[in-house]
């Protein structure tokens, strides 16, 4: 039996053919998936290394930073009330625990 050389040639053709559509479509469908894949990744080290925590013993004062705003407690006729909009805190203000408070003289007589 002869080997047709024109049959393997017109066989292989097709084959590389296909072979490099194939790769095409998957490099197509690759690249954008590893730009989000590193873009995303890039987004959690920024977001993640962004901020420390400084723990403060319990009981110890701390005093308040810069653009400090809260909720806080006010004193009325006599209750601690919870305030119904965030506050701005000045800068350099201290917080302390309820025991470093002297609650004698405060409040309704």
Do not use: H
């Amino acid at each position: 039996m002869r080997c047709s050389t024109e049959s393997s040639l017109k066989s292989r053709s097709l084959s590389s053919r296909i072979w490099n559509a194939a790769s095409s479509v998957v490099t197509s469908r690759l690249i954008p998936m590893w730009i989000a894949i590193g873009f995303a990744l890039l987004a959690l080290g920024f977001a993640s290394g962004c901020s420390r925590t400084v723990l403060v013993k319990e009981g110890s004062p701390v005093r308040i930073g810069p653009d400090a705003k809260a909720r806080v407690y006010a004193l009325v006729e006599g209750e601690w009330t919870l305030s119904s909009n965030t506050v701005q805190i000045p800068e350099g203000w201290y917080l302390v625990s309820p025991e470093w408070v002297d609650m004698e003289g405060v409040g309704p007589e």
